[in-house]
């Protein structure tokens, strides 16, 4: 192998620039030359490459966001913007791809893969979490921390003026971004799309909880099933007695910023272990790490089948939050 591509596409992650820092040295050691695409998908089928080199990616290990940019591609849905982003990378002498994404962006890949039997790497990157065979995903530890940061900052005011504060998390299909960082910023009670909760469920533990704390912290996966945000804060009012209630939606301060040590160095490991096994002419797989092990599995695996959810934690949650 002598010229290898990256991208990052989808919703960014604090964590991406980390990981192409460690493709691009790791390849320099092997003297195999990196081009970057710009605008994930995109760059690939406009032919927007640019080599990049080991001084390139100097200081960016602490940078959030992408510095290749990254963009949601129509064009690649279809089979002819496929076929142009084949015929740059042949065109480029380009001999295997990585692509940093979520769950979408490693659909496109093993697409492409399919296709036109080209070699393809993934990195899972995503602040949701929802990879099947990884422990984490590039990006959610930043973010579970941001979100932590924002709950304790939050409680000052619900506690002082007693107030029952509903704060808004990402995960439209899964909780585990909720999930952890409800534990960890002590929520009275969290909420998230895996749970079975009815309505008039959650509004008895809410009550039972304000009754004796006066101040009840509930995290909600904006993926939750039993009702929108607006309903529950609607259902509380009408039934809690003077319950002053106060709706937060975190939004888009969860994407970004400085990634955690624990981002930096599970970027470093996967962007190091991708270019591994695409000079050991793997294809096709997903890189991971499970239980401190890299792992290598395929990409059909990593976007089809589901990752389970340590709801006992849940369980756990509501007994160590309340009394
Ligand atoms: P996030 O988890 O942050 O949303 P993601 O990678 O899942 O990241 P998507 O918007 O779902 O983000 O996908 C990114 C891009 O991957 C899409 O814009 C598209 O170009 C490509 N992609 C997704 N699904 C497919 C598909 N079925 N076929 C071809 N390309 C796809």
Same mark, same amino acid.
């Given at each position: 192998?002598?010229n290898?591509a990256?991208?990052?596409s989808g919703g960014d ?12 040295r790791?390849a320099n050691k ?22 990049l080199?080991?001084?390139?990616v100097?200081?960016?290990i ?5 510095i290749?940019?990254s963009a949601?591609s129509d064009?690649?849905r279809?089979n002819?913007g496929?076929?142009?982003?084949? !015929?740059n990378?042949?065109? +480029?002498?380009i001999d295997?791809? %990585?692509?940093l994404?979520g769950?979408? @962006?490693?659909t496109?890949?093993k697409?492409?893969?399919e296709?036109?039997n080209?070699k393809?790497?993934?990195?899972p990157?995503?602040i949701?979490?929802d ?6 995903s590039?990006?959610?530890?930043t973010a579970?921390?941001?979100v ?7 409680r000052d ?8 504060f ?5 995960g439209r299909?899964?909780?585990f971004l909720?999930?952890e ?5 002590g929520?009275?009670l969290?909420?998230i799309p ?6 008039d ?11 004796k704390?006066?101040s ?6 904006e993926?939750? !099933?039993?009702?929108?945000? +607006?309903?529950?804060?609607?259902? %509380?009012?009408?039934?809690i007695?003077? @319950? ?10 969860q994407r970004?910023g400085?990634?955690?040590p624990?981002d930096?160095?599970l970027a470093?490991?996967l962007g190091?272990?991708s270019?591994n096994?695409?000079t050991?002419g ?5 890189v991971?790490i499970i239980?401190?092990?890299t792992?290598?599995l ?8 589901k990752?389970n959810i340590?709801l006992?934690?849940n ?9």
């Open positions: 192998m002598k290898i990256v991208l990052t992650s604090p964590g991406m620039n980390a990981c192409i820092r460690a493709i691009v790791s092997k003297k195999i030359q990196v081009h970057g695409i710009q605008y994930g998908y995109d760059g690939l089928i406009n032919n927007d490459f640019k080599i080199s080991p001084y390139d100097g200081n960016t602490h940078i959030g966001g992408t290749l940019k949601r064009e690649f279809t002819e496929r076929k142009k982003a084949h !015929k990378l042949r065109s +480029n002498n295997g791809l %990585i692509v994404g769950d979408g @962006s490693l496109g890949a697409i492409f893969v296709e036109f080209f393809v790497i993934g990195i990157c995503t949701d979490n990879i099947y065979g990884t422990d984490y590039i990006g959610f530890s579970r921390e941001t932590v940061n924002a709950i304790d900052k939050i005011t619900a506690s002082s003026h007693e107030r029952i509903i704060v808004e998390v990402m299909e899964s909780g909720a999930l960082s409800g534990v960890a910023s929520a009275e969290i909420l895996e749970n079975n909760n009815s309505m469920e959650v509004i008895k533990s809410i009550k039972k909880i304000n009754d704390k006066k009840v912290i509930i995290v909600y996966a993926g939750c !099933k039993f009702g929108t945000l +607006n309903e529950l804060s609607n259902k %509380i009012k009408n039934n007695q003077n @319950s002053n209630v106060r709706v937060s939606i975190l939004g888009h301060i970004g400085i990634p955690s624990s930096r160095i470093s490991i190091y272990e270019i096994k695409i050991e793997y294809t096709n797989k997903m991971g239980n401190q092990n792992m290598l395929d990409l059909e695996d990593a976007i089809s089948k990752k340590n006992s934690l369980k756990m949650s509501n007994i160590i939050s309340r009394y």
